[in-house]
């Protein structure tokens, strides 16, 4: 009879999410910068770079980037609790101090955190020009409350989350842009809340459940 346990390489998100250009170009323009620093020749830049394109998971670029970054691209994907620092590498924990929070910035490009993501309790948005989307609808947490900061500017943030969720603007103010949230400010039981402050400037920001397109993609 098999057994119905998953292996530990199932419960990865590093080994099972799939990465795309995005995840990628970062990892070549870090091969790029150790290349001009002189920390690796010009034939390990084009092997690593032949590396890089064919990677398929976050994991794969960990054996390319490994002696080169303190930040590994599986970082982002695992829970914190589940990154264990390499030797001589200290452990990142990047948006679990107030302090230090987890930092999305969209500048002339979109930003979308979606998926099985690793949420931190602290969050800080900046949509200078242009938008952060922080989808929670497939998000696996034990925190109650969710910081999440917005440094003024001009693109739009927008927070999905799932129906037992809830999110508080109170703290979030604006100067010529829109704040619209149809999403209840009181969680249900004990689920996430998720507490917006800051301001929005001269954008926008919007909180909402799962609309049709949500749906449709979580379904594939």
Request: glycine share 6%; hydrophobic share 40%; proline share 7%.
């Amino acid at each position: 009879m098999s057994s119905a346990t998953p292996s530990p390489d199932e419960n990865d998100p590093a080994k099972t999410f799939r990465i795309g250009h995005k995840e990628r170009d970062e990892a070549i323009e870090i091969l790029r910068e150790a290349a001009g620093d002189g920390r690796i020749t010009v034939d390990e830049l084009d092997e690593r770079m032949e590396k890089v394109q064919s990677a398929k998971f976050p994991i794969d670029l960990d054996a390319v980037l490994a002696d080169l970054t303190t930040e590994l691209p599986s970082d982002r994907f695992r829970p914190a609790s589940a990154i264990a620092p390499a030797p001589g590498r200290a452990m990142a924990i990047t948006g679990h101090d107030r302090f230090d929070p987890l930092v999305i910035k969209a500048g002339w490009e979109s930003e979308v955190r979606r998926a099985r993501w690793a949420v931190p309790p602290y969050i800080r948005c900046e949509p200078s020009m242009s938008n952060i989307e922080l989808n929670f609808l497939e998000v696996e947490t034990d925190l109650e409350v969710i910081e999440v900061e917005i440094v003024a500017g001009m693109g739009a943030v927008t927070v999905v989350v799932p129906a037992d969720w809830a999110v508080n603007v109170d703290q979030l103010s604006k100067t010529w842009g829109s704040v619209k949230s149809v999403v209840d400010a009181v969680p249900t039981g004990r689920r996430p809340l998720v507490r917006v402050g800051g301001s929005i400037g001269m954008g926008s920001f919007k909180a909402r459940f799962a609309n049709y397109f949500d749906r449709r993609r979580m379904a594939k």
